[in-house]
Structures are given as structure tokens and as C-alpha cells.
């Protein structure tokens, strides 16, 4: 009894102390000075670039990495009645019409939307996403096995499925990464939705069936693909991967010659350039952002010529403005592809969540 | 008792129904339909075949290779004991991001076995297997050990005098004592393997997939909140099933049994037989739980120039790029954090197993015992979108507050705390206090010279256990840690999940300081131990 009520006395002591504690330093990001930038794990920039911005514009920019892209696109949502920041950058096309839909971004026209190339505008009446840079998703391939064994490298979706390419692909999830959605998404563009019914209906889902006969891989997440199962990739090679096919960007060929050392004259990994999808990647203003003013200016910056000039060698990505340059290693190394797969953003926003499912069930079980 | 309850309705039954009902719930309007529809579907039913039978068969092989050791630990005696017991002791604490990482080091592509032998396995369900023993080893050691080491062997003895054979005296002297013991552990290991969401989630792949995994990804990637909703419940009512057995086999085990000083019954191993079945419980030890720790700090020294510590060294850089922060300052956080967590979980559980001890203790408080397991088995990654979702209003709006992790990391030590205090508080003769009370001592006076002296050690080791827990806490700590804050865990899975050598190696190097930190915790623990703490 007594015992009880003496423990009692403390904690309700102890507990009240916390938490009068915790209210003061509770709360969104009530200062006006400092503008908070919610991302995946990929954003980077320059820091004389940021530096600059924090210049011009007064504000301090607090970045909050949020896990993978998907991860922080969910995670925003659920918190945005009380969002963690002000700005949201990096969802991109495919998972775009989750974000609007759940009310994540408030209206906001960019100063610079005028220069941002027309293929790339989307939510024309309400301006809640603002395009930022885009890339393409494409198989990649591993140029020393193909030349070893003799082998033309596939260049298209259905160069895929041939017996000659036969348990050499590795692709990614479509249900935990965004790579590996792209993808599935490029072969719905490019065959259709072959419908439920399934056996013989044709579509992506009987393409799907038959390069997963063709010894197709799954594994989670793009870092597994890429550095572990592809034989082409500086970490692929250490980590002894098999597989000289792999679902990546068209600019990862570039990235594999940037970051060696020393930097050999053609990138070691080619792309196969009709197998990609063009993904494009969106900030938005918050919804209830603590500094709605603060978040603006930082929208607007990411369209300056500055920022889109600096961002491709950071993220490996292509901007989005017009006349914003390209680097030089991109068209050597990974030109762009030239007719990419594209889906329209309604069309994804009917089709996604039913396609991941019958495509989980069809390759994974 | 109010306390304790007050705790649990707002940090987990509150947080828990918030994210539940935002799954079921639409334009108000509660929608059990999706019950139904969830679980027609095919891929869902083959979670749950899946999240059973693994159970099932890691708890079986755990028994198969852990029981001999409880019976070495319990029973023999022999040098270096208190350290090896710390040793097995460590996996369990452990954050399963690291113990999933030791196992790939170990048996995935490029790992020791793949080396020597060309065996790989982490893509087969033997990884999991596999690690699922090595994370639970302690928990019949702890358990069955602590009772077999109190069981008195004369009862066995006298049954041999009167002629029962040797297999007979065990079976039916020793076995009838233990089976509850058995039974306890059985349950403690079925609960932490049907809930499993680390190792599954690296060692599984996209093929494998538990209960606790399918909801992380219907939440966090797939996004749909119904079905995980739903996944949610089921596994709510597996596990209060799970814990309500478990609830029984605790209460009998607690009754009819004549226990004495586990001192008095080890001894020095005699004959070839017990040395040969010491050196096998010793080698499995080797194999099992210490290989795959040995792996991991060979990992963070395997430099590219070398045997060194440079990833160590770069832990105090922070140009990695993975956190805002140089991801030796996880260190700090991390350590602030569980003590914070350990005070908490110290105090409620404290006060829940105070209430607990008490005689005049009713069926409903009793049934808060089996109800204070609960964080223990659902998921955490519920709990941490919870705090997310329902903790962001005033006069609770503690989202963007630190005190959120240790809180969150307080819900899984408590129940480590009620477990350890309990049997001690319990045998606390209520007539010594009223003694005292008779002579003039003041309440507090009364708490302060004789409760105090007794459950010292026994809250000395609640805390060390539930501060080891917390340190390793990863499921709900990864949704609710802020970035620019990381643990060591949630900073551990960050650099695992992003490429190159000098990430991996900084993640082995984190590993082998978290791992070093909980064994020296544990080490101390061992110092400490009191008689009747031998629940996990």
C-alpha cells in the first residue's frame, strides 16, 4: 500500500517534469528565420549553392531525409496536419496522385513555371506540384559480360524475354521502390493492361509471365540490385553479383565513371535505350507549412538556372527548365533516351495500387 | 496502479487505435467489410501460413539447441561461466537490423560460408531460422536455466535410490518441475518469432514476409492502410492469445515448488558423457551466437587498405552525407535516449508490479499483467506511425519533441521491468513491513529500510535490462527518430541502406560499438543477479 503510493508520488512527479519539459520545445518549426525541406535519402545540392540561396533570401535551410522516396511521400502524408517542414521534395510521377489526392501540398505557382519545359507540367489549374528534374529508369548492362560471351545487349522490352538473355536480369520490388515501379509502369505503357482475367489476355501481365519464365530477379530495393546483384557496377563487382542486367537510370552509367578512380575513358555499363520510363520529380508547399513565405522562396529557387545548372551531378538527374545545362559526362557517358515510355499522371493514379497487386502476386508468389 | 494504466492508454492503446482507425475508418464511418476482404485474399493467407509456421519451427529449433544449454548453465560448473552467460545473452538485446547484417556477413553472398564452401543461404528460409535461434537462445537459457538450477537434484536422486532408471528419474521427477518453465519460454519464443520484422525484412527478401513486414510495407510503402489495419488486429489477437496462455503457465509455474540456492546444485562436469555434452553446448555457442558477432567486427576492420580502424574513423566525419550529423553522435543520442527510456520504463514498471504484488490484487489487475506483454508483440511499426499520427495535438503534441523515442522505447523495457520485479516483490513478507509500521516507522521509512534492501538488486537488473532494450529498440524508434537525431540503430539500417564500401563498413563499425555497449551492460547485469531473475 504504502509502497505503492510513494512510487505513485514520484512518478506522477517525474512524468509531470517531462513533460512541461517537452512542451516548450514542442511544436513545428515556428521560426520564421529558418525554412524546413522534407526529402528522401537522394536529395543533395551543392553547399555554395545553398549557401547562396541562404544569402539571397535570409532564411537558414534545415533538411529533414526521410527514408527512401516512397517511405518520406507516406510518411508526409500522414503527418500533414502537423508537417515535420514547410517544403516537400522528391515525389515524383508515379507516386504524384497519392500526394494530391491526401491533400499534402497547398497551391503555389513557382516563379519559373513559364521556363519549366512544357512535357514536364502537370496540375495546371491548382499549381500544388512543381516539377523539379527529371531521369529516365532503364535497364542497364554490364558491357565486359556481354562482350565476353559474345552477346548483343538487349535494347528493347521484348529483346528482354529472348532465351539468349535467359536468367540475366535483375530488377527491383514494384511495390517497395520507385525503380522498380517505373519499370513495371514502362511495360504497362508499352503493352497495355492485359486485365484480371489474366491467362492469355496479353498486356504487361502476360509480358510479365513470360520474363519471369525468362529467370527474371526480384529483390527489394535498387542499392540491393545495383550494387549487389549487377555484375556491371564498382559494388556489384566487389560484391561478386551475377547478373549483367539491371533496372537503374540512364544515368547511372555516367555516375559509375565519375565516381572511379581513375576515371576510365567509356563508362563500363551501357543502357539499353528501349526499355526506359521517364520519371519526373515534384516539389510542393506543405499544407499548414509553419513558414509558408520561407517555403515559396525555396520553390522558386529550386527553378533558377543556379540550382537546376547544380543538381544534375548531384542527384543524377536531367533539369527541367529550359536552356538549364546538361552535363557534359551525361551525353557522354548516358545520353538521354530519345523516346522514353511515359504514362499519363490520371492513368497512373487509376491503375497503380490495382497493378502492384496482380504484379506482386503474378512475379513474387 | 493508476499510473501504469493512464501510461499505457495514452502512449499505446491510444496511439494504436488512432492508426487502426484511420485505416477502418472513412468519412466517419467504420468499415468491417474490410475484414472480410482482406482476408480472402491469397497472398495475405500466405503471410499468415508463413508467419505461423516459421514460428513454429524456430521455436522448435531453439528448444532443440538451447534446452542442453540450459542445462549445462544450470547445472554445471564451470570457468568463465558468468561471461558466457553474458555472451548469449548479448544477441537478444540486440537491434535485428544488426543481427539480420551479421547473418548476410555470415551466410548471404561473399560471406564466410560463401568463401570457404560456396554455401549460401539468405535466400532460403534457414537464414531466418537460423538467426531466430540465435536471437532467442537466451530466452530458454534464462528461463528453463533459472529454474533448473533451483530445482533440488535430491529429489531426483532419492527417485534413483528407489530404482527408477536414469531416464525415468528425469522424466518423471524433473520434467513435471520444469514443463511450465518449458512451456513459458516455448510461448516467450513462439511470441518474438511470429512478430518478427527486422531479420525477415533483410534476410527474407521480397519472398518471405511475416505478419509485422506485410504491415510495415502496406503502411510505409504500399500505403494502404486498411489492409494493414486489418494485419494489425489479426496479429493483436494472435498475440493476446499467445500472452494469455503465457499468462497461465507463468502462474503455475509460480506455485507448489520447493526451490533452492541455484549454488548449491552446479557442479564441476563429471565423466566423458558431461564433458562431451559441455563441449558440444560450448561449440554450438561458438557456432551459432558467437560466429556471427565475430563476423561483424571483422567486417568494420576489413578496411580496403587492410586490417584498421579507418571506419571508425569516419564515423566522426560527417561528410558521408547520410545524416546532418557525424554518425558518432548517434552514440550520444543513443545513450540519452535509452536512459531516458529506462527511467520511464523503471518507474511504471516499478509501479505496475507494486500493484501487482498486492494481496487484495483482483482478477483485473491481473489481467493487466498479461495486458503489460502486449507492446511486446504488436507491431512496432504500428506503434511508431501511431505516436505519429494521434500524439500531434495539444495539450500532447510531442511529434517534434525528443521525449517521443524514449517513450516509445519505454513501452517495450516495462514489461522486461514487471517481469524481473515481480517475483521479487513478491516474495517480500508483507509482515516485515507491518512490523515496522507497528514500531513507528513512517510509510517511506518503511519502503526505504525494508522493500528497498531486497528489490535493490532486482531493479538494479529491471533497469540494466531495460535500458539494453531500449538501446536496441529499432521498429518504432526508425518512424519516430528525427533525422537530424538518429539512434544507433536507426543509424545503422541508414548506412546499410545506402551503397559503398565506406557506408557498410561504417555500419559494422556502429554495430560493433552498440554490441560492445550492451555486453558491458549485460556483463555488470551478471555481477548483480539475485536469486529469482531468471524470466528472459
Known sequence: ????????????????????????????????????????????????????????????????????????????ILTKDNPQGDVFFGVDNTLLSRALDNGLFQPYEAKGSDLVLPQYRVDQDKHRATPVDSGDICVNYDKAYFS?????????????????????????????????????????????????????????????????????????????????????????????GDRPLVVSYASSPPAEVIYASPKPKTAPTGVATGTCFRQVEYAGLLSNAGNAKGGK????????????????????????REAA????????????????????????????????????????? | MAVPVAFFAVFFAYPVAAIVARGLKTDGQWRSGRIADVLTQSDIRHVLWFTTWQALASTALTLLIALPGAYVFARFDFRGKQVLRAVVTVPFVLPTVVVGTAFLALVGRGGLLDELWGVRLDTTVWAILLAHVFFNYAVVVRTVGGLWSQLDPRQEEAARMLGASRFAAWRKVTLPALSPAVAAAALMVFLFTFTSFGVVQILGGPTFSTLEVEIYRQTSQIFDLATAAVLTLIQFAAVGAILAVHAGTVRRRETALRLVAPETTARRPRGAGQWALLGGVLASVAVLLVLPLGVLVQRSLDTPGGHGFAYYRALASDDGGAFLVAPVTAIGTSLEYALAATAIAVVIGGLAAAALTRRDAGRLVRGFDALLMLPLGVSAVTVGFGFLVALDEPPLDLRSSWILVPLAQALVGVPFVVRTMLPVLRAVDGRLREAAAVLGASPWRVWREVDLPMVRRALLIAA?????????????????????????????????????????????????????????????????????????
Open chain 1, 1 to 76: 500500500m504504502s509502497t505503492t503510493k510513494k512510487f505513485a508520488a514520484v512518478a506522477v512527479g517525474l512524468g509531470l517534469a517531462t513533460l512541461s519539459a517537452c512542451g516548450s520545445s514542442g511544436g513545428g518549426s515556428a521560426d520564421p528565420k529558418t525554412v524546413t525541406l522534407v526529402s528522401h535519402d537522394s536529395w543533395a545540392v551543392s553547399k555554395s549553392v545553398l549557401k547562396d540561396f541562404e544569402k539571397q533570401s535570409g532564411y537558414k535551410v534545415r533538411v529533414l531525409k526521410d527514408g527512401d522516396a516512397g517511405q518520406a511521400v507516406n510518411k508526409a
Open chain 1, 148 to 240: 565476353e560471351h559474345k552477346l548483343t545487349p538487349p535494347q528493347s522490352f521484348d529483346d528482354l524475354i529472348k532465351p539468349e538473355y535467359k536468367n540475366l536480369l535483375v530488377t527491383e520490388n514494384a511495390s517497395t521502390s520507385s525503380p522498380g515501379l517505373g519499370f513495371l509502369l514502362g511495360t504497362a505503357a508499352k503493352y497495355g493492361d492485359g486485365g484480371t482475367s489474366g491467362s492469355n489476355g496479353g498486356g504487361w501481365q502476360d509480358y510479365w509471365k513470360k520474363l519471369k519464365a525468362n529467370g527474371v530477379k526480384v529483390v527489394d530495393g535498387w542499392e540491393q540490385a545495383y550494387d549487389e546483384e549487377f555484375s556491371g557496377s564498382a559494388g556489384g563487382k566487389k560484391a561478386k
Open chain 1, 297 to 320: 522562396a525555396l520553390i522558386d529557387f529550386m527553378l533558377t538556372k543556379e540550382f537546376q545548372d547544380d543538381m544534375p551531378l548531384n542527384m543524377f538527374v536531367y533539369p527541367v
Open chain 1, 325 to 365: 545545362q546538361v552535363p557534359a559526362e551525361f551525353d557522354q557517358y548516358g545520353p538521354q533516351a530519345k523516346n522514353p515510355e511515359t504514362m499519363a499522371p490520371a492513368r497512373i493514379a487509376a491503375n497503380r495500387d490495382q497493378w502492384v497487386k496482380s504484379w506482386t502476386s503474378l512475379v513474387l508468389k
Open chain 2, 464 to 536: 540494466g535490462f531495460a535500458f539494453a532494450v531500449s538501446l536496441g529498440e529499432f521498429g518504432a524508434t526508425v518512424f519516430i527518430a528525427r533525422p537530424d537525431n538518429p539512434t544507433l540503430p536507426v543509424a545503422v539500417a541508414r548506412l546499410l541502406g545506402r551503397a559503398g564500401d565506406l557506408n557498410y563498413g561504417q555500419a559494422m563499425a556502429l554495430s560493433t560499438i552498440l554490441m560492445v555497449v550492451c555486453a558491458v551492460a549485460l556483463l555488470l547485469l551478471e555481477r548483480v543477479r539475485t536469486d529469482r531473475t531468471g524470466e528472459f
